[in-house]
């Protein structure tokens, strides 16, 4: 029987949260991918090539731009809807944010943390007064092909399409660069860019399979996404804030 994870990073090598973004550089965690680089240095040599898809099945109005004030900087992102009032992005999108905020169609709207995991790089919100249709969690198939819907620093969605090429046991450093566990992870060949960072993985149901949360340096084409195991256990586990307000190394 095919084993769940086809592949295991046998080495440690540095991580790097190559999609999350800042008004300043600022390459973070780690995550085990050869070559990695940051998402920043990749835009501006001409590497990432993005494909709008007018003709995606978009799943509604339930993917927003998430953003705050960090420790140094502005950071922001992509989050997701996955209950009526929870919502779902990386950890490294709000680490040291106080007051995290969804953006929709110019309004901005409070977030108030729940639950934290710098380790699996997610975290859990909950919103007051704006709510929308969430989305359902389902497994990954490898090879399938899938879209990510994400928000860049702007504003603007961007819709792209990605290809699962094997789930993965993702080994290294947890956000903060401190010694973490594994995560169950999709590897894809995918072209991602700053604001990535949160962005759900769909399948042709428009079900969330992964979330993006970093992608390979060197001009390589792939990305890695936490898969929906992972979101399960972080919103069915005891809550955990204790290093949220840690800023990013």
Do not use: W
């Not at 086809?6 to 540095?14: G, H, K, M, P, R």
């Not at 240095?41 to 709008?52: A, F, P, R």
């Amino acid at each position: 029987m095919k084993a769940v994870f086809t592949s295991i990073f046998a080495l440690f090598i540095s991580l790097v949260i190559a999609c999350s973004s800042s008004d300043e550089e600022s390459a973070s965690i780690s995550i085990v991918a050869e070559n990695s680089d940051c998402i920043e240095n990749c835009v501006t040599d001409g590497t990432i090539q993005l494909q709008e898809l007018g003709t995606t099945i978009l799943p509604g109005e339930s993917v927003f731009q998430v953003r705050g004030l960090g420790c140094n900087y502005l950071q922001y992102g992509t989050g997701f809807f996955v209950e009526k009032d929870l919502v779902v992005t990386n950890a490294h999108v709000v680490a040291g944010v106080a007051t995290p905020i969804i953006l929709h169609e110019g309004e901005e709207y409070d977030l108030e943390l729940v639950s934290f995991d710098p380790n699996s790089d997610l975290a859990i919100l909950k919103t007051g007064s704006f709510t929308q249709e969430p989305l359902e969690l389902d497994d990954a198939k490898e090879g399938e092909t899938a879209t990510v819907v994400a928000f860049v620093k702007d504003g603007e969605r961007i819709i792209s399409d990605v290809n699962v090429k094997e789930k993965i046991l993702a080994v290294g450093k947890d956000i903060f660069g401190e010694e973490g566990d594994s995560r169950e992870a999709l590897s894809l060949e995918a072209s991602i860019e700053s604001g990535f960072s949160g962005s759900p993985v769909l399948n042709s149901d428009s079900s969330v399979i992964g979330v993006i949360f970093s992608r390979s340096r060197g001009g390589s084409s792939t990305a890695y996404a936490v898969q929906s195991s992972e979101v399960k256990r972080i919103i069915e586990k005891e809550p955990e804030l204790g290093s949220s307000t840690k800023c990013m190394p």
